[in-house]
T-cell receptor
Framework: AQSVSQHNHHVILSEAASLELGCNYS??????LFWYVQYPGQHLQLLLK??????LVKGIKGFEAEFIKSKFSFNLRKPSVQWSDTAEYFC???????????FGTGTSLTVIP | DTGVSQNPRHKITKRGQNVTFRCDPISEHNRLYWYRQTLGQGPEFLTYFQNEAQLEKSRLLSDRFSAERPKGSFSTLEIQRTEQGDSAMYLC????????????????FGPGTRLLVL
């Protein structure tokens, strides 16, 4: 069965600190990869996505993620977080041949001003 | 705002009652998805429609759950004989049709319907 693991459940950072959130998936075939964010009281919205090509993808608000195929990972990074980045972050994986998105359990990020 | 809308936003019901939720996707989107999210978990896929056809159903979708998208626009999710374990956030998402083979289009999520079964 396909699974997505986000090992950091809660992360607390001070403003300007660097962020890296881990995401690993278990599926041997070709996948598309996504990071979604949910700000307090808001809908899930897309941060960035990877389909193919350059494994380093850039998203909105200064976020980026790197796809490392050999490690089945798609970690999210931001060099300097802001208080407004406080949110829940979800990694999602979709098989190229399927329609389902498989989500991780999410990481709650709190940024302290 | 032309995003995905869901109604109601909150529903409290007694065990054994039936409930129905509605999702209105973004108007030009052919694909519609239902997910369930419980506390501390990510969204779990329930079912998927392409236009009015229900093409995929998760094993999570027991026979008490039924979803429809009769005209290929809005969708309803009904839960019959609700149980306390059905308490969750029910999310709807929509996406446009695939334009390139092998690339799922971004799913746009609604605000969800939070169900509490007493």
């Amino acid at each position: 069965a396909q699974s997505v693991s986000q090992h950091n459940h809660h992360v607390i950072l001070s403003e300007a600190a660097s962020l890296e959130l881990g995401c690993n998936y278990s599926y041997g075939g070709t996948v598309n990869l996504f990071w979604y964010v949910q700000y307090p009281g808001q809908h899930l919205q897309l941060l960035l996505k990877y389909f193919s090509g350059d494994p380093l993808v850039k998203g909105i608000k200064g976020f980026e993620a790197e796809f490392i195929k050999s490690k089945f990972s798609f970690n999210l990074r931001k060099p300097s977080v802001q208080w407004s980045d406080t949110a829940e972050y979800f990694c999602a994986v979709a098989r190229r041949t399927g329609n389902q998105f498989y989500f991780g359990t999410g990481t709650s990020l709190t940024v302290i001003p | 705002d032309t995003g995905v809308s869901q109604n109601p936003r909150h529903k409290i019901t007694k065990r054994g009652q039936n409930v129905t939720f509605r999702c209105d996707p973004i108007s030009e989107h052919n694909r519609l998805y239902w997910y369930r999210q419980t506390l501390g978990q990510g969204p779990e896929f329930l079912t998927y429609f392409q236009n009015e056809a229900q093409l995929e159903k998760s094993r999570l979708l027991s026979d008490r759950f039924s979803a429809e998208r009769p005209k290929g626009s809005f969708s309803t999710l009904e839960i019959q004989r609700t149980e306390q374990g059905d308490s969750a956030m029910y999310l709807c998402a929509s996406s446009p049709n695939l334009t390139t083979a092998g690339r799922q289009e971004t799913q746009y999520f609604g605000p969800g319907t939070r169900l509490l079964v007493l």
